[in-house]
């Protein structure tokens, strides 16, 4: 028993994705673990989480590598795995069914920050844990992982899978050629561009091939800290080598959509990336919501959009 509660102890300390946490009595009796989540909230488990309900389908995957039971998740579209369909639906991702959420009886709800955080009155109403995670870079969802593994007891899974990813995001490091690019990252919406900062998944993307992010040190929005205003006056100023082009949608209508939008404004033509035709546009499967265990795809990608004749169509082993 001492052994069992050393190793939890050693692999909470190694977990460093939710803050602080530790195993520390409660009501005289160990926890099974204490997780410190996104909003600094201190969460206690006395026992292992036997129902999780996840708000997002990109902790569908990781949670279901570590044997994890899961017993709600969300409506999607993009990040719904096979054996996920006949899970019960708790609604979509921005309008979660209270109700349905209950009537799941998960022991722990596992949230997204910037999406659900609204649910946690109502779950601690019924005396329900929850979690607010944020795994939307590549660090931040290792961490996640991390976390993942400690509550399914499966850490041993856990750092499996991290090897796994870190083997394959650095076969495609390593065979890129080692140059600085000076990079843009673009977001179109509905209500106009933005430009993404390093916490995004682009950002996290580009910052590991060692290019720069020319709007790093550009201050967030205040309703996204991973995103900026966008300023063509700036845009031009800085720049850059090559602009890739995030945002919800078709990717040949977003295409359509830039190309206008270039070909009525002339301070586009002086753009570098532009002129030298190196603007690439990317899938929301993996640089929209967080692409989760499929990071080392996201990667690769990128890599070969602006690298197509160094990687071959057979893709990195």
């Not at 007891?153 to 995001?169: H, Q, S, T």
């Amino acid at each position: 028993m001492l052994k069992k509660i050393f190793l939890l102890m050693l692999a909470l300390m190694l977990t460093a994705g939710c803050g602080d946490q530790s195993a520390t009595p409660v009501d005289d009796h160990p926890a099974f673990a204490i997780l410190t989540d996104q909003l600094s909230r201190q969460v206690i488990f006395k026992h292992k989480p036997e129902r999780i309900a996840v708000t997002s389908a990109g902790f569908l995957e990781p949670l279901h590598q570590l044997d994890a039971n899961i017993v709600g998740r969300p409506d999607s579209r993009t990040h719904m795995p096979d054996w996920a369909v006949d899970i019960p639906s708790i609604g979509r991702v921005y309008q979660i069914d209270v109700e349905q959420l209950i009537a799941c009886k998960p022991d722990l709800v596992i949230i997204n920050k910037g999406m659900n955080e609204k649910l946690l009155t109502v779950l601690d109403e019924n005396n329900i844990r929850a979690l607010v995670l944020d795994m939307k870079s590549y660090e931040s969802f290792k961490r996640v992982l991390r976390t993942f593994a400690v509550l399914t007891e499966n850490d041993a899974k856990g750092e499996e899978l991290i090897i796994d990813m870190e083997r394959k995001i650095n076969a495609v490091v390593d065979k890129m050629p080692k140059e600085k690019r000076r990079v843009a990252i673009l977001h179109s919406t509905a209500q106009g561009l933005s430009v993404q900062l390093e916490g995004s998944i682009a950002g996290s993307v580009i910052s590991r091939f060692g290019w720069t992010n020319v709007a790093d040190g550009m201050t967030p929005l205040e309703t996204n800290p991973d995103a900026a205003p966008y300023s063509m006056e700036t845009l031009a100023e800085q720049n850059p080598e090559i602009i890739l082009v995030t945002s919800m949608g078709p990717i040949d209508e977003i295409r359509e959509d830039m190309e206008a939008m270039i070909a009525g404004n002339a301070a586009w033509r002086s753009i570098e990336a532009i002129r030298e035709g190196r603007v690439y546009y990317l899938p929301q499967d993996l640089f929209l919501l967080s692409p989760g265990l499929r990071y080392p795809e996201a990667f690769e990608m990128v890599a070969r959009l602006v690298y197509p004749n160094v990687f071959s169509t057979e893709g990195s082993k």
